[in-house]
């Protein structure tokens, strides 16, 4: 693709500053317009590395504000979006959905209809100033509900979403999905397992765990530990994206997952057993000692798992990190 003005939506968060940064160093000849409405999720100090590059814009602002948005595709050009913002926390979408539906839905929609207006002259014909834009929306594993101890979700899972968090997501799939088929919108959606690595929100569990240990404070652990997760190293999920957005083919879902899977308690042992080598607690306790079972989350998902062969074998990805190295390198990152 030659030069490009790319929209990354929530790229203050975990994993869009991870991909601003990649996109960045990968991509010197395209531009970088990331608009973020820097909730508690993201931060700026996520894209110190980023913030001085020539072809990087930052842009506060709500995706869900039609006019922010319109704004920043007349002034940028923006013919490509890269949509990452989202809220992502399963428990939050528990004690408080509404702020769910409104940015996941609501605002993926008001993505997609300022991007058909600026991109399209009509259905299926498309702005002969914008013939190559595309739009790559991120999503999550979550939609296709909860797996037994054998199988693996493929883009052919039906969903079946069990929190107000993945039902939020499954719908803006699906909107997406509709862009495609009722106007011809240059679409293509991932689908990724449980993300790790560098600059993850402290809610989550991995930086949870590495936070609570260092501290001294009790590791909760919730029922007894057994959910199952297919783990995918950040930035792993970054080189899918990017190929997905270079190369995927209009209309098609990519699932991308790390072949990881691991049961959240043996997580916990694994950090544990990381920082007894790196950071020992005082008179040679394990800091195994500070796990804590606490009560399960309601609605929790058993197991999900990822397979990646669609894009492994269309689109040439591979994942290059085992958990047992990217797990090392992220506990080096929060240490530091």
């Known amino acids: 693709m030659s030069k490009r003005n790319i929209l990354v939506t929530g790229g203050a968060g975990f994993i869009g500053s991870n991909f601003v940064e990649y996109y960045l160093e990968t991509h010197p000849d395209h531009r970088l317009i990331n608009l973020d409405k820097l909730t508690y999720a993201g931060n700026l100090v996520n894209l110190k590395n980023a913030s001085s590059h020539p072809n990087y814009t930052f842009v506060q602002g709500c995706i869900c504000e039609?006019?922010?948005?319109?704004k920043v595709f007349a002034d940028h050009k923006i013919d490509g979006v890269i949509h990452f913002a989202a809220e992502s926390h399963v428990d939050n979408s528990i004690s408080g959905p509404g702020e769910f539906i409104k940015t996941n839905i609501v605002g993926t929609f008001t993505l997609l209809d300022v991007a058909r207006k600026a991109w399209m002259t009509k259905p299926f014909t498309k702005n002969p100033a914008f013939e190559n834009a595309r739009f790559l929306h991120i999503s999550t594993d979550e939609v296709y509900g909860s797996l037994g101890e054998e199988g693996l979700f493929t883009e052919e899972t039906p969903y079946a979403p069990n929190s107000p968090y993945s039902a939020s997501k499954a719908s803006s799939d699906l909107i997406v999905r509709s862009y495609f088929h009722t106007y011809g919108l240059n679409v293509v959606t991932t689908n990724c397992s449980n993300n790790y690595g560098p600059k993850q929100h402290t809610e989550k569990l991995i930086p949870t765990v590495i936070r609570k240990a260092i501290t001294g404070e009790k590791i909760p652990?919730?029922?007894q530990g057994t959910n199952v997760r297919d783990w995918l190293y950040v930035e792993d999920h970054c080189r899918g994206i990017d190929l997905a957005f270079q190369k995927g083919?209009?209309?098609?879902?990519?699932?991308?997952g790390g072949r990881n899977e691991w049961k959240n308690l043996d997580i916990v042992n694994r950090i544990c057993e990381i920082l007894d080598r790196k950071k020992p607690r005082p008179a040679g306790a394990s800091y195994k000692e500070l796990i804590s079972f606490v009560q399960d989350r309601p609605g929790h998902d058993l197991r999900y798992a990822i397979?990646?062969?669609k894009i492994e074998k269309q689109l040439g990805w591979k994942a290059r990190e085992t958990f047992t190295t990217g797990i090392e390198k992220?506990?080096?990152w929060y240490l530091k």
Do not use: C, L, P, S
């Not at 083919?249 to 991308?256: M, P, R």
């Open 66 to 70: 039609r006019e922010v948005v319109e």
């Open 221 to 223: 652990v919730y029922g």
């Open 249 to 256: 083919k209009a209309g098609e879902t990519y699932n991308i």
């Open 307 to 309: 397979d990646a062969t």
């Open 330 to 332: 992220t506990v080096d």
